[in-house]
């Protein structure tokens, strides 16, 4: 059974936007540091934004101000709020916990931003 299932990815134009849904396992998500990971087609695996147990986040530099992470203490679901989109946004977005869990990397969701 997969502990994170990644939701919500799409295409859409530039200065559109998504949301993305991570849905935990309790045993992953309680008391976990989640984060939102992307893998651009030949390049690394890059952190986007992270949220702690006590829902303090951080971005990378590139997402400040356009993405927003949260998390719901109910659903055990992460969630990535991207707004005004770039082309440079394409990618796989994961979740994982932070630091991330070998085992628990998924399939991920493509986000595709093109016109």
């Known amino acids: 059974q997969a502990q994170l299932v990644e939701s919500g990815g799409g295409l859409v134009q530039p200065g559109g936007s998504l949301r993305l849904s991570c849905a935990a396992s309790l045993a992953v998500f309680r008391g976990s540091t989640m984060a939102w990971y992307r893998q651009a087609p030949g390049k690394e695996r890059e952190v986007v934004a992270q949220?702690?147990?006590?829902?303090?986040?951080s971005y990378v530099d590139s997402v400040k101000g356009r993405f927003s992470i949260s998390r719901s203490y109910d659903k055990n679901t992460v969630y990535l709020e991207m707004s005004s989109l770039i082309p440079d946004d394409t990618a796989v977005y994961y979740c994982?916990?932070?630091?991330?869990?070998?085992?628990?990397w998924g399939r991920g969701t493509q986000v595709t931003v093109s016109s």
């Open positions: 949220i702690t147990w006590r829902s303090q986040t």
């Open positions: 994982n916990t932070h630091p991330p869990a070998q085992q628990f």
